[in-house]
């Protein structure tokens, strides 16, 4: 497979027995049940580092790892890619692959401090797409930029904004972008129902500044 077109020399090309990710854990009977009806099989299959692609080496990703996981179905739980990524102590590139079309994740990852664990505080992803149409390029002069540019072009607008930006920036703005919508949500929701005149007079006031804290975030 090579929907990524990547370099020979990060070819890795090993199955991983899924049963690797939940068997002798403590993982709940639901997550486990989601690896066994959901998926078929997963392949390691390339390992993006300085040493297996003419870049430097990363200060925060040493090696970003591609996964293609083949399912048995066109959806898959979430909680599965993160129960992978907590058993992994490397960055993934997952491409999700289901009747010949593609779909790729990748999370934002970072080092939880003073411990050698990772925590995922969000995924992206595309859209199902044939082999020829997943264009994604391994862009930088160092495996950290390379991580970047990946999680930039899955995540597509879902990150937009000040070129200057760091990618933490970009993912912080974003899940303040998210947060702030579903308090706008669900404020509608509750002056739709209040019955009494100044608790909804209240309640405006407060969804015209959440609005208004969206609109600069979006700026």
């Known amino acids: ?12 090309n090993k199955r991983i027995p899924k049963q ?5 854990l403590s993982i709940s009977t639901a997550i486990k049940q989601c690896f066994v009806n959901q998926i078929k099989v997963i392949y390691w299959r390339n390992k993006i580092a ?3 692609m003419n870049i430097a080496a990363g200060t925060t990703v040493t090696e970003l790892e591609v996964f293609e996981i083949r399912l048995n179905t066109s959806t898959l739980d979430e909680i599965v890619l993160r129960q992978i990524d907590k058993e992994i102590p490397y960055h993934i590139l997952f491409l999700l692959e289901y009747n010949k079309k593609y779909q790729a994740w990748i999370g934002y990852k970072e080092a939880v401090s003073g411990n050698s664990a990772f925590k995922v505080n969000s995924y992206y992803h595309t859209d199902w797409l044939g082999s020829s149409e997943l264009s994604l390029k391994a862009e930088g002069l160092s495996v950290d930029a390379v991580y970047e540019n990946f999680v930039r072009q899955i ?4 990150l937009e904004g000040d ?7 970009s993912v912080e703005r974003s899940e303040q972008k998210k947060k702030l919508q579903k308090q706008i949500s669900g404020l509608q929701m ?4 209040e019955k009494q005149l100044n608790r909804q007079m209240e309640m405006n006031a407060e969804l015209k500044k959440l609005k ?8």
């Open 212 to 219: 208004k804290k969206l609109k600069e975030l979006l700026i």
């Open 50 to 52: 300085a040493a297996t």
């Open 190 to 193: 509750k002056i739709r129902k």
């Open 155 to 158: 995540a597509g607008d879902a």
């Open 1 to 12: 497979m090579q929907v990524l077109g990547l370099p020979k020399t990060t070819e890795f």
């Open 163 to 169: 070129s200057a930006e760091s990618l933490k920036e």
């Open 20 to 24: 690797k990710f939940y068997d002798n």
